[in-house]
């Protein structure tokens, strides 16, 4: 199953970005993180069909976000890629992850009541 949602994850990567962004060595790394226990790969599936993944490193009982993708014809949808986020840290609860480094926030008191729909999709 790990192979086909890695392989899913790729294509919807390559389908966001509209083109090749990094090398398949990459990729295969990466997997290789998955497989040892080095990285999670989370999946969002909405009407049986994966439209959003984030891929998480590992460090002892820290986890770090490093990239995610959602399909081009979904990123409008409201909630997708803080949905997925959700079930990450839902996820990192269960197995007992003590930090999970998600990124800076560049726009403070940011609401929704201001932002047009890019920053949204953000």
Known sequence: MLKERFIEFKKIHFEAASRKT?????????????IKGLAILGVLQY?????????INK????????????????????????????????????IKASYYEIGWNW???????????KMLAI
Do not use: H
């Open 22 to 34: 990094r090398s398949d060595n990459t990729w295969d790394i990466q997997k290789s993180w998955i």
């Open 47 to 55: 009407k049986n069909k994966i439209i959003s993944a984030v891929f």
């Open 59 to 94: 460090y002892k009982n820290n986890c770090y976000y490093q990239v995610g993708a959602t399909l081009p014809d979904y990123i409008r949808m409201r909630g997708v890629g803080q949905l997925l986020q959700w079930m990450v840290i839902e996820y990192l609860i269960q």
């Open 107 to 117: 726009y403070g008191n940011f609401t929704q009541e201001i932002a047009d729909d």
